[in-house]
């Protein structure tokens, strides 16, 4: 037996999903039904998730991290001449 699903998502999200799934020969609802077959299939999102930037959640963090740490205890320079000098150990 079918149950249905309502969802609401932004208009230009579904528009421009649409247009994917229908390159792909499937319709809209064939397409969430893919989706949400393989999150079934595999116990989790099938696609790794990503920050704005790009980057795992783990591996944001990590830079953030290193980041805090470079901000407390790294080097700080009072002009570009002193951080060339620096690199170039001069």
């Given at each position: 037996?079918?149950?249905?699903?309502?969802?609401?998502?932004?208009?230009?999200?579904?528009?421009?999903?649409?247009?994917?799934?229908?390159?792909?020969?499937?319709?809209?609802?064939?397409?969430?039904?893919?989706?949400?077959?393989?999150?079934?299939?595999?116990?989790?999102?099938?696609?790794?998730?990503?920050?704005?930037?790009?980057?795992?959640?783990?591996?944001?963090?990590?830079?953030?991290?290193?980041?805090?740490?470079?901000?407390?205890?790294?080097?700080?320079?009072s002009?570009?001449?002193?951080?060339?000098?620096?690199?170039?150990?001069?």
């Amino acid at each position: 037996m079918n149950a249905t699903a309502n969802i609401r998502i932004n208009r230009k999200l579904k528009e421009d999903a649409t247009k994917t799934f229908k390159k792909m020969g499937l319709d809209f609802s064939s397409g969430i039904k893919v989706y949400l077959s393989q999150v079934v299939r595999t116990k989790s999102i099938p696609f790794e998730i990503r920050t704005e930037n790009g980057f795992t959640r783990e591996q944001e963090a990590e830079i953030i991290k290193e980041a805090e740490w470079a901000m407390k205890h790294g080097k700080s320079y009072s002009n570009i001449q002193e951080l060339h000098r620096d690199i170039l150990g001069k």
